[in-house]
């Protein structure tokens, strides 16, 4: 089974869920490379792997959609997304 954590941002408060959200799925046993740190409100979209987990910087600015949209834009693929 493929699963795949996603979380969504925005880049002015990411820096406040991301040192809270992503260790504690970590601790939990996700793997990081399950994780997707989708963070909204950027000119252009930008992929880098921060600590092993999939840091999705988009031009989306759509609030808890902004991953959603990003996942079918780009067609990621996975067997289940958690939101």
């Known amino acids: 089974m493929d699963l795949k954590i996603c979380i969504t941002s925005h880049h002015s408060f990411a ?11 970590i601790a939990s046993g996700i793997k990081p490379s399950d994780i997707y740190f989708i963070e ?3 000119d252009q979209r930008n992929i880098e792997i921060r ?8 031009n989306h600015n759509s609030i808890e959609y902004t991953s959603l949209i ?14």
């Open 15 to 25: 820096h406040q869920t991301y040192p809270v959200v992503v260790p504690s799925l």
């Open 40 to 42: 909204g409100g950027y």
């Open 51 to 58: 600590d092993g987990v999939n840091h999705v910087r988009t």
């Open 70 to 83: 990003d996942i079918v834009e780009h067609s990621m693929q996975a067997d289940y997304w958690v939101m």
